[in-house]
Protein backbone atom coordinates (compact mmCIF):
# COMPACT_ATOMS: atom_id res chain seq x y z
CA UNK A 1 0.00 0.00 0.00
CA UNK A 2 1.65 3.66 -0.92
CA UNK A 3 2.70 6.08 1.83
CA UNK A 4 1.86 9.65 2.64
CA UNK A 5 5.27 11.49 1.67
CA UNK A 6 4.86 13.64 4.53
CA UNK A 7 3.41 11.50 7.69
CA UNK A 8 4.82 8.03 6.50
CA UNK A 9 1.20 6.46 7.15
CA UNK A 10 0.29 4.19 4.23
CA UNK A 11 -3.43 4.60 2.60
CA UNK A 12 -5.29 3.05 0.12
CA UNK A 13 -4.36 4.89 -3.46
CA UNK A 14 -8.02 6.65 -3.89
CA UNK A 15 -7.33 8.45 -0.33
CA UNK A 16 -4.17 9.84 -1.54
CA UNK A 17 -3.73 13.25 -3.48
CA UNK A 18 -0.30 12.95 -5.91
CA UNK A 19 1.76 16.25 -7.14
CA UNK A 20 1.08 16.37 -10.84
CA UNK A 21 4.98 16.91 -11.43
CA UNK A 22 7.06 14.60 -9.51
CA UNK A 23 4.12 12.06 -8.62
CA UNK A 24 4.49 12.29 -4.51
CA UNK A 25 1.41 11.16 -2.80
CA UNK A 26 0.12 12.97 0.03
CA UNK A 27 -3.00 12.13 2.44
CA UNK A 28 -5.42 14.53 3.11
CA UNK A 29 -4.68 15.93 6.48
CA UNK A 30 -1.28 16.42 5.41
CA UNK A 31 -2.58 18.35 2.11
CA UNK A 32 -4.43 20.20 4.46
CA UNK A 33 -1.67 21.32 6.13
CA UNK A 34 0.04 22.49 2.98
CA UNK A 35 -2.77 23.45 0.71
CA UNK A 36 -0.54 24.12 -2.17
CA UNK A 37 -1.00 20.51 -3.21
CA UNK A 38 -4.43 21.22 -3.28
CA UNK A 39 -5.17 24.85 -4.65
CA UNK A 40 -2.03 24.24 -7.28
CA UNK A 41 -1.95 20.19 -7.93
CA UNK A 42 2.03 20.23 -7.51
CA UNK A 43 3.80 19.76 -4.40
CA UNK A 44 5.55 22.63 -2.35
CA UNK A 45 8.81 21.23 -3.70
CA UNK A 46 7.87 21.36 -7.15
CA UNK A 47 5.94 25.16 -6.49
CA UNK A 48 9.25 26.27 -5.67
CA UNK A 49 10.66 24.79 -8.38
CA UNK A 50 8.76 26.37 -10.98
CA UNK A 51 9.14 29.81 -8.68
CA UNK A 52 12.85 29.97 -9.26
CA UNK A 53 12.16 28.66 -13.13
CA UNK A 54 10.14 31.76 -13.37
CA UNK A 55 12.27 34.45 -11.63
CA UNK A 56 15.33 33.44 -13.50
CA UNK A 57 13.00 33.35 -17.20
CA UNK A 58 11.60 36.57 -15.97
CA UNK A 59 7.88 35.26 -16.75
CA UNK A 60 6.49 35.94 -13.43
Not at 25 to 37: F, G, L, V
Amino acid sequence: MPRCSVCGEEFPEWQLIRCGDCGKAYCRKCAEEDPTILVLGVCPDCEEAHEAEEDYWDWG
